[in-house]
């Protein structure tokens, strides 16, 4: 299933889109439900592994968040 790492819900804190592939990620069913749905441990623990991985094409898009800034995102 295809996720938004930083939420479309936030795209008014940002100048440039966050509708794209740099933003884009995919992840199993289970993942995904543990991103929206489930307990912080569970949640922070996928966000943070994919903000690792995606950070740095994040920052090349021009789109510059923290872990710390992401994690409150998702509360």
């Known amino acids: 299933e295809v996720h938004h790492l930083v939420p479309m819900s936030e795209q008014d804190n940002f100048e440039y889109s966050l509708d794209i592939e740099s933003n884009l990620v995919t992840l199993c069913p289970n993942c995904h439900r543990q991103v929206h749905l489930g307990m912080d441990e569970e949640k922070y623990f996928i966000l943070e592994k994919l ?3 995606r950070k740095t094409r994040l920052e090349k898009c ?4 923290s872990l710390s ?3 409150e995102m998702y509360k």
């Not at 021009?62 to 968040?65: E, G, H, M, Q, S």
Request: proline content about 0%; charged content about 10%.
């Open 51 to 53: 903000f690792n991985m």
């Open 62 to 65: 021009n789109i510059n968040v």
């Open 69 to 71: 800034t992401l994690k």
